[in-house]
Protein backbone atom coordinates (compact mmCIF):
# COMPACT_ATOMS: atom_id res chain seq x y z
CA UNK A 1 0.00 0.00 0.00
CA UNK A 2 2.60 2.91 -1.22
CA UNK A 3 1.05 6.30 -0.42
CA UNK A 4 2.41 9.49 -1.43
CA UNK A 5 2.53 12.79 0.04
CA UNK A 6 3.04 16.00 -1.33
CA UNK A 7 3.58 19.49 0.27
CA UNK A 8 5.32 22.54 -0.38
CA UNK A 9 2.71 25.17 -2.00
CA UNK A 10 1.97 28.25 -1.11
CA UNK A 11 1.21 31.92 -2.32
CA UNK A 12 3.51 33.48 -4.48
CA UNK A 13 3.69 36.49 -6.67
CA UNK A 14 3.70 36.57 -10.51
CA UNK A 15 7.40 35.58 -11.51
CA UNK A 16 8.07 34.17 -8.18
CA UNK A 17 9.44 30.64 -7.84
CA UNK A 18 7.82 27.70 -6.17
CA UNK A 19 8.84 23.98 -5.23
CA UNK A 20 6.31 21.49 -4.60
CA UNK A 21 7.87 17.48 -2.96
CA UNK A 22 6.25 14.10 -3.70
CA UNK A 23 7.74 11.65 -0.78
CA UNK A 24 6.18 7.97 -1.78
CA UNK A 25 6.64 5.10 1.32
CA UNK A 26 8.06 2.71 -1.10
CA UNK A 27 9.60 2.14 -4.59
CA UNK A 28 7.75 3.49 -7.42
CA UNK A 29 8.03 3.60 -11.09
CA UNK A 30 6.53 6.16 -13.84
CA UNK A 31 5.74 9.51 -11.72
CA UNK A 32 4.09 12.62 -12.39
CA UNK A 33 2.75 16.14 -11.22
CA UNK A 34 -0.94 17.07 -12.40
CA UNK A 35 -2.91 19.76 -11.49
CA UNK A 36 -6.49 21.09 -11.11
CA UNK A 37 -8.29 24.41 -10.82
CA UNK A 38 -11.88 24.67 -9.82
CA UNK A 39 -14.08 24.01 -12.08
CA UNK A 40 -11.68 22.87 -14.71
CA UNK A 41 -10.63 19.25 -15.43
CA UNK A 42 -7.37 17.69 -14.27
CA UNK A 43 -4.63 18.74 -16.70
CA UNK A 44 -0.68 17.08 -17.20
CA UNK A 45 1.99 19.02 -16.27
CA UNK A 46 4.83 16.56 -16.26
CA UNK A 47 6.29 14.20 -16.02
CA UNK A 48 9.83 11.30 -15.65
CA UNK A 49 10.61 7.89 -16.14
CA UNK A 50 12.03 5.76 -13.40
CA UNK A 51 15.93 6.10 -13.81
CA UNK A 52 15.38 10.21 -14.42
CA UNK A 53 16.87 9.90 -17.49
CA UNK A 54 13.40 11.19 -19.66
CA UNK A 55 11.05 14.05 -19.08
CA UNK A 56 8.35 15.08 -20.66
CA UNK A 57 6.09 18.75 -19.81
CA UNK A 58 2.72 20.25 -21.21
CA UNK A 59 3.43 23.03 -23.70
CA UNK A 60 2.13 25.44 -20.79
CA UNK A 61 5.06 24.93 -18.34
CA UNK A 62 7.86 23.49 -20.64
CA UNK A 63 10.50 26.29 -20.41
CA UNK A 64 9.33 26.85 -16.61
CA UNK A 65 9.01 24.33 -15.05
CA UNK A 66 11.60 20.90 -14.11
CA UNK A 67 10.53 17.73 -12.54
CA UNK A 68 13.34 15.85 -11.10
CA UNK A 69 13.24 12.64 -8.33
CA UNK A 70 15.34 10.96 -6.14
CA UNK A 71 14.61 7.12 -5.68
CA UNK A 72 16.77 7.09 -2.66
CA UNK A 73 14.45 9.10 -1.04
CA UNK A 74 11.18 7.85 -2.53
CA UNK A 75 10.76 11.75 -4.28
CA UNK A 76 9.94 13.64 -6.38
CA UNK A 77 10.38 17.27 -7.10
CA UNK A 78 8.87 20.22 -9.29
CA UNK A 79 10.59 22.92 -9.28
CA UNK A 80 8.39 25.87 -10.55
CA UNK A 81 10.02 29.25 -12.05
CA UNK A 82 8.64 32.75 -13.54
CA UNK A 83 4.89 31.70 -12.23
CA UNK A 84 1.82 33.21 -13.67
CA UNK A 85 -1.94 33.71 -12.14
CA UNK A 86 -2.78 30.83 -14.91
CA UNK A 87 -0.55 28.66 -13.06
CA UNK A 88 -3.06 28.78 -10.03
CA UNK A 89 -3.99 25.26 -9.00
CA UNK A 90 -4.02 22.35 -6.46
CA UNK A 91 -0.79 20.17 -7.75
CA UNK A 92 -1.32 16.13 -7.59
CA UNK A 93 1.55 13.83 -7.57
CA UNK A 94 1.14 10.59 -9.14
CA UNK A 95 3.07 7.30 -9.51
CA UNK A 96 2.70 3.36 -10.68
CA UNK A 97 3.79 0.66 -9.04
CA UNK A 98 3.91 -1.79 -12.16
CA UNK A 99 7.64 -1.85 -13.24
CA UNK A 100 8.80 -0.05 -16.02
CA UNK A 101 11.11 2.43 -17.17
CA UNK A 102 8.84 4.53 -19.19
CA UNK A 103 7.25 7.86 -19.20
CA UNK A 104 3.40 7.87 -18.13
CA UNK A 105 1.55 11.12 -19.30
CA UNK A 106 -1.85 10.39 -18.71
CA UNK A 107 -3.93 10.16 -15.23
CA UNK A 108 -4.96 6.58 -16.63
CA UNK A 109 -1.52 5.01 -16.17
CA UNK A 110 -1.43 5.78 -12.62
CA UNK A 111 -1.93 4.15 -10.09
CA UNK A 112 -1.68 5.99 -6.79
CA UNK A 113 -2.25 9.79 -6.24
CA UNK A 114 -0.72 11.99 -3.69
CA UNK A 115 -3.44 14.12 -1.68
CA UNK A 116 -2.73 17.42 -3.53
CA UNK A 117 -0.86 20.98 -2.85
CA UNK A 118 -2.13 24.12 -3.51
CA UNK A 119 -0.32 26.38 -5.42
CA UNK A 120 -1.38 30.49 -6.21
CA UNK A 121 -0.10 32.89 -7.96
CA UNK A 122 -1.41 36.54 -7.55
CA UNK A 123 -1.21 39.02 -10.51
Known amino acids: QVQLVSSGGGLVQAGGSLRVSCTAS?????MGWFRQAPGKEREFVAA????????TYSDSVKGRFTISRDNAKHAMYLQMNSLKPEDTAAYYC???????????????????WGQGTQVTVSS
Open 26 to 30: GRTYA
Open 48 to 55: INWSGTST
Open 94 to 112: AATVWVSNVVAVTGAEYDI
